[in-house]
C-alpha cells in the first residue's frame, strides 16, 4: 500500500529536548516537505527536499533541521524544542517538481502532534 | 500580505445545495494550484489539481483566473459527506502555500 508514515503519532516533551519525528515513503517520490498547522494559520512549510542530500528552507524553518539521506526517509529534528512549537506537524511526499503537470501532487502522512512544556 | 487568502467560513448548507469557494493568492509567477479537503484535523488529501484555466470532476468544478489571480471551487448536490475543511494551495517555484482552509457543513 503507498503511504506516507510519521512517527510518532503524539509526542509531549519539554523545553530544550532534543527530538526527532521520522517520515518515510514507499512510492519513491523525490519530493518530500514537513509542514506545521496551527489554528487560524493553515499548513505552513517548514522545509523540503527536491531528492537526496538536496534541502531548502520553507516559510518558517526556525528551529527546525531536516536531512535527506536516503529517498524515503525525511526525519524532521528539534534540537531545542520551545512552546512555540507546540502544533500538529504533516509530512507529504510527491513525485517530482510541484510545477510540473501531474507529478506535484502531495501524499501526506497522519500527522504527529507535538507539546511541548 | 499572506500568499493565499481564503474565506474561513463556515459554509452551511443544505443537502443538494450548490457552493463556491474563492481563493486569491498574490503571486502571479505561481505556476500550480490544487484543492484538497481536510478532515477534523487529519491529514490533508487531494480533491483537485488545476494547471490551466480549470477541471471538473464529478460534482466538482474547479476554476483557475490567472488575469485576477484566483481559484474558485464549486461542489454542485452537496452531500453530508462534503462537510470538512476545504484548503487552496499554490505552489511558487517548489515551494507550497497553503491557505488557513474554508469550513463547509452540509445539513439534512
Known amino acids: 500500500e503507498a503511504q506516507v508514515t510519521q512517527n510518532p503519532r503524539y509526542l509531549i516533551t519539554v523545553t530544550g529536548k532534543k527530538l526527532t519525528v521520522t517520515c518515510s515513503q514507499n512510492?519513491?517520490?523525490?519530493?518530500m516537505s514537513w509542514y506545521r498547522q496551527d489554528p487560524g494559520l493553515g499548513l505552513r512549510q517548514i522545509y523540503y527536499s527536491m531528492n537526496v542530500e538536496v534541502t531548502d528552507k520553507g516559510d518558517v524553518p526556525e528551529g527546525y533541521k531536516v536531512s535527506r539521506k536516503e529517498k524515503r526517509n525525511f526525519p524532521l529534528i528539534l534540537e531545542s524544542p520551545s512552546p512555540n512549537q507546540t502544533s500538529l506537524y504533516f509530512c507529504?511526499?510527491?513525485?517530482?517538481?510541484?510545477?510540473?503537470?501531474?507529478?506535484?501532487?502531495?501524499?501526506f502522512g497522519a500527522g504527529t502532534r507535538l507539546s511541548v512544556l | 500580505r499572506k500568499e493565499v487568502e481564503q474565506d474561513p467560513g463556515p459554509f452551511n448548507v443544505p443537502e443538494g445545495a450548490t457552493v463556491a469557494f474563492n481563493c486569491t493568492y498574490s503571486n502571479s509567477a505561481s505556476q500550480s494550484f490544487f484543492w484538497y479537503r481536510q478532515d477534523c484535523r487529519k491529514e490533508p488529501k487531494l480533491l483537485m489539481s488545476?494547471?490551466?484555466s480549470g477541471n471538473e470532476d464529478g460534482r466538482f468544478t474547479a476554476q483557475l483566473n490567472r488575469a485576477s489571480q484566483y481559484i474558485s471551487l464549486l461542489i454542485r448536490d452537496s452531500k453530508l459527506s462534503d462537510s470538512a475543511t476545504y484548503l487552496c494551495?499554490?505552489?511558487?517555484?517548489?515551494?507550497?502555500?497553503f491557505g488557513s482552509g474554508t469550513k463547509l457543513n452540509v445539513k439534512p
Open positions: 488545476v494547471y490551466s
Open positions: 494551495v499554490v505552489d511558487n517555484f517548489n515551494k507550497f502555500y
Open positions: 512510492m519513491n517520490h523525490e519530493y
Open positions: 507529504a511526499s510527491s513525485l517530482g517538481n510541484p510545477g510540473l503537470a501531474g507529478v506535484g501532487i502531495q501524499y
